[in-house]
């Protein structure tokens, strides 16, 4: 359970990160994300969730 909370945990520290050093840029990216098909938006949850499901692989 600590394992996780404290990947949840980096997760925000990474989230912040954007709008923390570039608020302007992070809100363009953002309106581009609103703009984009739900199709779109899914194709890159799942690009995400195996890059991250292989990054664990890799590093286990």
């Given at each position: 359970?600590?394992?996780?909370?404290?990947?949840?945990?980096?997760?925000l520290?990474?989230?912040?990160?954007?709008?923390?050093?570039?608020?302007?840029?992070?809100?363009?990216?953002?309106?581009?994300?609103?703009?984009?098909?739900?199709?779109?938006?899914?194709?890159?949850?799942?690009?995400?969730?195996?890059?991250?499901?292989?990054?664990?692989?890799?590093?286990r």
């Amino acid at each position: 359970m600590s394992e996780l909370l404290t990947a949840l945990a980096l997760v925000l520290v990474i989230e912040g990160l954007m709008p923390l050093i570039s608020p302007a840029r992070w809100r363009e990216v953002f309106s581009r994300v609103l703009a984009m098909s739900d199709g779109q938006i899914r194709f890159i949850g799942l690009a995400s969730i195996v890059a991250g499901l292989l990054g664990l692989l890799w590093l286990r």
